[in-house]
T-cell receptor
Framework: DTEVTQTPKHLVMGMTNKKSLKCEQHMGHRAMYWYKQKAKKPPELMFVYSYEKLSINESVPSRFSPECPNSSLLNLHLHALQPEDSALYLC??????????????FGPGTRLTVL | RKEVEQDPGPFNVPEGATVAFNCTYSNSASQSFFWYRQDCRKEPKLLMSVYSSGNEDGRFTAQLNRASQYISLLIRDSKLSDSATYLCVVSTGNQFYFGTGTSLTVIP
């Protein structure tokens, strides 16, 4: 099973709302990632969690707050977003963070619209 | 300089054609190489990993040239269902670097 699940599939929120995106994998992967993807662009890395610890933050604004409650779950908490944050948010996982030879598997994404 | 450079296309080819995509990477310490396929409004899906010896999966052949830091993907006998964006991905440690993607449309 190479499945990464994400909820919700679609989310519309106002600039003052607080919402969370959820990601789950049961492949025993120890690295999990959040990416943001705008139309006709490649995914842009936001955060990397390695063994449930934040290992990379690509200078993401604090209105995005990641959380890794356990090795299977990854959340992205959203607060006071801007319309330009509207995008497809992709979660991914890979097996062993430092081996460098592992495949990354993506969830279906959450399509976020900020009004 | 970008970590991964890829010709964005678009490539418009007739059914049955052979098409090749190329990608270069800047970090000689890069360890793993992949081609992903992404359909419109969907997530990227792994098409194939790329090995130094080259590898083939049906109509798809991937090549890696470490000396030139170059990766390629060849699609033979193109099908309409091959229409998608093809992303070259290079990894170093737990960092994955994406090319801009190459758009392919196969025309009946």
């Amino acid at each position: 099973d190479t499945e990464v699940t994400q909820t919700p599939k679609h989310l519309v929120m106002g600039m003052t709302n607080k919402k969370s995106l959820k990601c789950e994998q049961h492949m025993g992967h120890r690295a999990m990632y959040w990416y943001k993807q705008k139309a006709k662009k490649p995914p842009e890395l936001m955060f990397v969690y390695s063994y449930e610890k934040l290992s990379i933050n690509e200078s993401v604004p604090s209105r995005f707050s990641p959380e890794c409650p356990n090795s299977s779950l990854l959340n992205l908490h959203l607060h006071a977003l801007q319309p330009e944050d509207s995008a497809l948010y992709l979660c991914a996982s890979s097996q062993a963070p430092r081996r460098g030879a592992d495949t990354q598997y993506f969830g279906p994404g959450t399509r976020l619209t900020v009004l | 300089r970008k970590e991964v450079e890829q010709d964005p296309g678009p490539f418009n080819v007739p059914e049955g054609a052979t098409v090749a995509f190329n990608c270069t990477y800047s970090n000689s310490a890069s360890q793993s190489f992949f081609w992903y396929r992404q359909d419109c409004r969907k997530e990227p899906k792994l098409l194939m990993s790329v090995y130094s010896s080259g590898n083939e999966d049906g109509r798809f052949t991937a090549q890696l040239n470490r000396a030139s830091q170059y990766i390629s993907l060849l699609i033979r006998d193109s099908k309409l269902s091959d229409s998608a964006t093809y992303l070259c991905v290079v990894s170093t440690g737990n960092q994955f670097y994406f090319g801009t993607g190459t758009s392919l449309t196969v025309i009946p």
